[in-house]
């Protein structure tokens, strides 16, 4: 079965970074668009970065842009992404998600905390 398993999160400091990754398996991880999507608690849950099933194009929240980076190797069926200068807001659980289309699929980890605090 399909699975995406996120990891990377963790405590950290406003200014810091920290870099997530999202294991794919039982799929073909290069026919997959990738995206990163986060949830805070009490909103509803966000797009922060996609990226095309080779690489090839990416794009990023508003909020994010210029301070996180989305990549993939799809040797390795990951997908990760940077975090730089992070901030408070920025808490919140980050998910990966996988979807495709013809047929259209789309599959989600379980999710990794991310917390920014001093």
């Known amino acids: 079965q399909v699975q995406l398993v996120e990891s990377g999160g963790g405590l950290v400091q406003p200014g810091g970074s920290l870099r997530l990754s999202c294991a794919a398996s039982?799929?073909?991880?290069?026919?997959?668009?990738m995206s990163w999507h986060r949830q805070a608690p009490g909103k509803e849950r966000e797009l922060v970065a996609t990226?095309?099933?080779?690489?090839?194009?990416?794009n990023y929240a508003a909020s994010v842009k210029g301070r996180f980076t989305i990549s993939r190797d799809n040797a390795k069926n990951t997908m990760y992404l940077q975090m730089n200068n992070l901030k408070p807001e920025d808490t919140a659980v980050y998910y990966c998600?996988?979807?495709?289309?013809?047929?259209?699929?789309?599959?989600w980890g379980q999710g990794t905390q991310v917390t920014v605090s001093s």
């Open positions: 990226i095309t099933s080779r690489g090839g194009s990416t």
């Open positions: 998600k996988a979807a495709r289309t013809g047929p259209i699929l789309a599959y």
């Open positions: 039982g799929l073909t991880f290069n026919m997959y668009a």
